[in-house]
């Protein structure tokens, strides 16, 4: 018999994976994005007004992110897996949460 196992959210990742992860270029820590961060990125992904470093448009909506400390760069989490190739992270020109 099969046992019921909750499924964990595809934009999460292991936290001891987490603590070793860095940004590729620049090797500034990374953490995960938060839930309206996401959200926002997912809006402009539908809109068609995101691309990646490598220039090319990003077109499947994030499952998580990994924000780069400076806020600058996003590396997607796709099915738990995190994205940590330079040419897939997405530039973030504008912060992605208004101060409240």
């Given at each position: 018999m099969v046992e019921d196992k909750e499924i964990p959210n595809k934009g999460t990742i292991d936290k001891e994976l987490?603590?070793?992860l860095c940004c590729p270029?620049?090797?500034q820590e990374v953490s995960l994005l938060d839930?309206?961060?996401l959200n926002q990125?997912?809006?402009e992904i539908?809109?068609?007004e995101l691309q990646n470093?490598?220039?090319h448009a990003v077109k499947e909506k994030l499952d998580g992110g990994l924000i780069r400390n400076d806020g600058k760069v996003v590396?997607?989490?796709r099915n738990q897996i995190p994205i940590m190739l330079i040419e897939e992270g997405i530039v973030i020109n504008e912060p992605l949460t208004s101060p409240t």
């Open positions: 987490l603590a070793i270029e620049t090797k839930s309206q961060s990125l997912n809006a539908e809109k068609g470093k490598a220039g590396y997607p989490i």
